[in-house]
């Protein structure tokens, strides 16, 4: 790639001194830009770094640590086929089952807590996975930055800050998701960047190769966690802003340009869109088996399931009087009788007879079927009360009013009585088991039957509060439909053709992701992480161990590596608009220093800016709970700008000494001492990662004596 | 030296009659008939608790927003010599007859008055014609929402006023740079733009938004500024310094005066006390004062003590004990120690109170001198009334199981050991005061709506009604213009992009000049309707439909600057000129036809069942009717 060689021939020589100084390879010929063997060595030494320390002591500790219990038996899950429900998309999770299914894990192991021991199971090839996938983030690190700054001291600062984090290094041993991740997410940006420097060969065999590869890793991070979401952004922007460039060359024809658009179009797009959908694809025909999931969705879905009390099933597909069924809110629980609960599981209590308003249909009446707009009362078949409701304040939710069961053998009053409604019908249609999505409005006081979400006290067996709403608003939680349907006098029909489709399966899922990732609301008083904490390293996260006596293994950042990374951020503010200041006055600069100012510090540094702004300031906008290790893909672009801020600086300065002799030492000298502190501060905490057992650091016997810099460190 | 006398004295005035005839215009339109209804309407059953308390001179905090609009509605009683004594507890309550109601709504009415002439004055600083500014203006004139918000003692009118206000200072100030930087009216301008957005911030935190576009549109200048190389770069510096200190500094300092005065103003103790530090309530005459006055300020070994939470959340409380035990076993089967029970009680007691002991000293008189407790001391604590040491051991807390429990050691002559040894330790911080009331808190509301609902005004707010004529009062805008400011809207962006896009290949379809015009009104105006709404779908508040105002104010001054756009520049024959003219004529008139229907829910003019069914253009629109013949 002789694209940009001419104007570094001065610096040129700089680097291949610091080359041959830190890895002692022979200096390439003086007069090549590139040196490629010096550059494969050095690459070769990082990823040979990287997957030592994180293959290091792998195996222990050798029990359940921290969300392995999760993931772990999510892998289970898949092996098993059982269906279940997670928050995330399913990709990370098959990989991990498939890892564990290659490597011999037979899907046995039960993951019910941290500090459950493995036993007999095997578990490395799972831990093996993550951790491949998390070794690999130190040479696609090493390959972006030195694509983004062409130095090779700023790439090798870069993969030595990441190898020697001992963050990096606990994250990636373990069955957890991040590192899965951050591989696809660190894929997706090294393609970028690489399809960026193939700009001007476009339609050529590795442009197009790169750019499918940013599509195929957008896929992945998308499919892993929806934070890959950042990352489809920081895509999006690139390729923007790539386009509005390739647009305002006026030598490209606008047919060339509309090629370009249709390029990006598939292979940033509609590649990713197919992959992603064909992850949930393989998702639902791996999991066929009724499992612990099921209850999230909805009744048309969960028919589809094995071993479901849905499945194979058949009954009456129009409701007619008399007839029981469960009503079931739309999606997620049950109801059940006397005070009016919804109860998330399925029992006999969750049975209705509905009756007209004005008569008790007897058994040899033929069969009527309600319709959409029809006044019909609930009675409750273990009790035989009536559903009811009134002007009364709901036990929780005091806006609303009270429903519960009333009278004596279906006999009540005019409280009884509710009107049924079909979502998005006419008046007069049928309804239908399953499908319908209907809503009961009282017929007195014109309120709506809803479940309110919140959990009833110890009087309520802890079910979920039914009330009845005042105020007319479209939520699901007034919708509900017919789930279970019994009435003899009615055909029954096999629920096969209910089946949803692929689409409406896959909508329907994420609604439910969606509502499960929004529901994860920090409890009152928890103390939980906040944004602001990550950066400075305030809190980790407890991975194994406790006591003295166990195995510990804590989440933390180098704080070194991390308080360089905060410090680094600051002064490339100052660095990139002093530069920005400076080339906008047109301050004189000599024109090699221009080009390499604003290509490596505005640009490159600030397409890695952006990215960390991007993965870690939404973060302060979400209401979910946060952990500490939401931070890690930030720390990732973090990182790289160190590289490239510290080398740019260096090298900068340095040119203002003379001789040049100087200049070189004290650039080279730079890096290297900033490697050497990397470095000693790895070997200081390696402990972290790596295992400490005997007393905390408090104790000055303990090897992390002296170590814990700040009080809320907890080892 | 009398040489002035040799030249007339001339007085040259130039009055914008459009100008002054859209101000009486507006005047008219938000203060007729302001003191009816004669009953309380809507939110002022909120602001008016404040501006009693105001008048009462009662401390209190308002969690929802900053102290200005509070204090501009009090200053409006204050004016009118109101006493303050009026029980702000229902919607539609009649006021009595101490209660000015006019001069309570006189100042967010003039405020929203005021709105038209600076509608009309950032059309002209805009640089586009007199005819697109007086549309603007009447636009502003004719919106049913703003014409209801105005009206009554409520905030909205006060905050569109100082925004649009902080714009059109702007704006002048923006034009006077290239001419006469820091002359004095450069400066004055500067400074107003300043002072408007504090006011604006200080009114309700969504001025905000816009003061934080202002900033950036300010930026942006600025660096445009420092690529022209004939500017040296010493008056850069100056440029800058005048820029930060006016919008930065000023309005910094500005919103921490309205606190000042605030607090000067309420010196009372009242309903809100608890939230702050004791050391604060100790300033509020009548409140913890009366107590704590000419008591000793260092606590020394058998002194008598109450111990409050810092915290008060979820609410204030001292440390309580009295003579029942805690109960042999918990409902969950779980044991207690049986012991003395400590508590913690929101209510001032003769139980809250406490000795302090030296561990090492049996007497618990205070000794002469007075040993001063420190940092570190280790100290035991009697209670007063039971005489039993504070105390805690292995057991497990009735609540939290993984805390211990507190209690007052009894000598139950087992083997559990006392343990009711107590280290002092001073935290440095002092309590931050938290505001936590509870009135707004709850996100469902008959009126609420959710963001989405506002660009179509797919809900309305019924703010007042009559209790036995139709007569009734709704937050409902003009349809037309709403629809037409969507329009508008997508008009603007569309052809923004068309633009930018035929620009970026070098085909220039509209003159430099006319582009950058285009330009600089979409920061202003969509730029303002962008900001003052995207938020909302962030927020987690409850939110109501006059939450949009700001931004529809901002939507409606690009309806005018549309229109003018596409008769100047596609608009090519005379022909197609003459019949858009004719349409704009058209569609004003229905702007002028819907104002009408409307008004009369605007001005609650009585209506029959059968004309109130006739303004329910839409089935969401809530609408009161009286069920008949029931």
Redesign the interface.
Known sequence: MPAAGGGRAGPGPLRQRGTRRLQGTPPASPLSPRPPAGRRAALGLVTLLSFASRFHRLPEPPHVCWDETHFGKMGSYYINRTFFFDVHPPLGKMLIGLAGYLSGYDGTFPFQKPGDRYEQHNYMGMRGFCAFLGSCLVPFAYLTVLELSKSLPAALLTAFILIFDTGCITLSQYILLDPILMFFLMGAVLSMVKCNSCADRPFSASWWLWLSLTGVNLAGAMGVKFVGLFVVLLVGLNTINDL?DL??N?NLS?VTFGKHFLARVLCLILLPLTLYMAMFAVHFAVLNKSGPGDGFFSSAFQSQLIGNNLHNVSIPEQDGYPLSCHCDPYPGGLCRGEGIYTYLHKDLNNLWIIKKHDSDADSSSPVEFVRHGDIIRLEHKETSRNLHSHQHEAPLTR?HFQVTGYGINGTGDSNDFWRIEVVGRRAGRLIKVLRSKIRLTHVATGCILGSSGKTLPKWGWEQVEVTCT??VKETPNSLWNFEDHINPKLPNISLDVLKPSFVEILLESHMVMIRGNSGLKPKDNEVTSKPWHWPINYQGLRFSGVNETDYRVYLLGNPVVWWLNLFTIGLYLLIAISTA?AL???VQLTSEHKGELSRVVLCGGGQVALGWLLHYLPFF?M?RVLYFHHYFPAMLFSSMLTGITWDTLLKFFSQFLSPSTTARRVYEGGIVALILLIVYSFYLFHPLSYGMIGPMASDPSSPMAGLRWMDSWEF | MLGFLKNPVVVTAEINLSLVALTVMGLMSRLWGLSYPRAVVFDEVYYGQFVSLYMKRIFFVDDSGPPLGHMLLALGGYLGGFDGNFLWNRIGAEYSMNVPVCSLRFLPALAGALCIPLAYQILVELHFSHCAALGAALLILLENSLITQSRFMLLESILIFFILLAVLSYLKFYNLQRHSSFSGRWCFWLLLTGVACSCAVGVKYMGLFTYMLLLAIAGLHF?HM??D?TLS?VSLVCHFLARGLALLVIPVAMYLSFFYVHLALLYRSGPHDQIMTSAFQASLEGGLARITQGQPLEVAYGSQITLRNVLGKPMQCWLHSHTNTYPIRYENGRGSSHQQQVTCYPFKDVNNWWIVKDPGMQQLVVSNPPRPVRHGHIVQLVHGITTRYLNTHDVAAPLSPHSQEVSCYIDYNISMPAQNLWRVKKSESAGRPVSILPPRS?T?H?YSSSALDWITMDTNIAYWLHPTSGAQIHLLGNVCTWASANVAAVVYTCLSLWYL?RR???IYDIPEDAWQLWVSAGQICVGGWVVNYLPFF?M?KTLFLYHYLPALTFQILLIPIVLQHLSDHLCRSLLSKSMFSALVVAWFSSVCFAYRTFSPVTYGEPLSVAELKDLRWKDSWNILIRKQGR
């Open positions: 509005w647009l305002g006026l606008l806006k005042p105020y200041v906008k006055r047109g906008m209401g | 660096w420092l690529g190389r770069n709850d469902e008959k896009i970026r290949r070098k962030l987690e």
